[in-house]
């Protein structure tokens, strides 16, 4: 059962309420890819480039057929510019750029530099710090054991992990000198798997904003030492909420908890359970939590020396050092080629080379927004998904394109604090890909290269 606003619905009824729309969508783009899925605008000498290192085999369309991309040259290359002008000035290394239009790539350019201190150039096997573009693929594998009748959205995260069962939630009142102080109170229902997939679990992270549960979760032992997933749950079910479940889209560390609930219904580790059912299927065989061999630690991108983060952010380390926790919610590295393929099933319907990992209407509920005004879930100043867009299941969705832009309703997307970042366009039945590392200057290149883009595509 999942509680929605104080009522709860039976998730039969829920999916059919929101994903009746989209489920219309998807049959019919899946009955038109099956005609439209094909070759790319001819002339594109970067596509020989993609296909020499066999990006062919990135997102492989079922039954290709030629169909024009709607992009126009001329767009493509001052998109080009725009990142090779970044580079030129300083702003960046390097960067990777892949668009992929009907399951066939667009744009694919490598440009600058993965290090500028050792001038390794950037490449294709790049491997990059995904930070929270770790969030959707560990919000993919929960729904895949959903799917497979082993969790249940509405379940309480105490059935998995019993210390939840206790959790009190953080709240700010004045103590007899009129200061503010932290009092404890009851959660008023309890935290389900729903909540940790849409960030209303009360979970939140340490290191943004000052209220006195932030602060708790600043100055606690959570990210001590060399824990595991287990004991990381264990920790933080002792940390107060930062406020009552289903009442905040408040981000956090809930997917890293989520990250534990799998583990216990699957009977394996987190990344084994990936590893297994998601990535070495899909081919993503550079994704991991820690670049364990020495011999792929070079291909690591690095940021600009005075842009790197001064200490661990969210408890990672350095992606070189081994380490016992693995965070579903920041901790994965990866290559722009695993990533596409992950985003080629994803804009598929759950489907990729034959081989389906999540059923279509499970793919369109995660992707349909779950904090709309209807369910009075607040937003404050660090709702970062932005105010044209809601939140689904994992992902960031497009409620209303901002203005003066070409920006489509129905995109998903998400994002990593080091610079990476994607989206997925299911009516133009495309998606693009931006593998870089920079801190200070991800917000304004991802705005500008996205506007960029969607220009070339409308012109």
Known sequence: MIRKSGHRFSETIMLKQKVRARCRFNQNASRSNGHARG????????????????????????????????????????????????????????????????????????????????KHPMTADTIFRLYSMSKPVTSVAAMMLVDDGKLSLGDPVSKYIPAFADVMVGVERPDESGKPSLVLEPVNRPITIEDLLQHTSGITYGFYGDSAARKRYANSDLLEGDFDNALFAQRIAKLPLAEQPGTLWDYGHSTDVLGRVIEVASGQSLFGFEKQRLLDPLGMTETAFYVADAAKQPRIAQPMPDDRFKGPLAGIKDPMLPTRWESGGAGMVGTIGDYARFAQMLLNGGILDGRRYLKPETVALMTSDHIGPETKIARDYFYFPGANSGFGLGFAVRTAPPTNTAWPTGEYRWDGVAGTFFFIDPPDDMFAICMMQTRSQRGRIQTELKTLIYEALRQ
């Open 39 to 118: 070759a790319v605008a001819a002339g594109l000498a970067f596509l020989i480039v993609a296909i020499a290192i066999g990006w062919s085999n990135v997102g492989r369309a079922e039954s290709p057929s030629p169909v024009s991309t709607g992009f126009s040259r001329e767009g493509l290359e001052r998109v080009g510019n725009y990142i090779r002008n970044e580079i030129a000035t300083g702003k960046i290394p390097g960067a990777i750029l892949l668009i992929q239009q009907h399951a066939r790539p667009v744009y694919f350019e490598n440009f600058g530099v993965r290090d500028v201190e050792t």
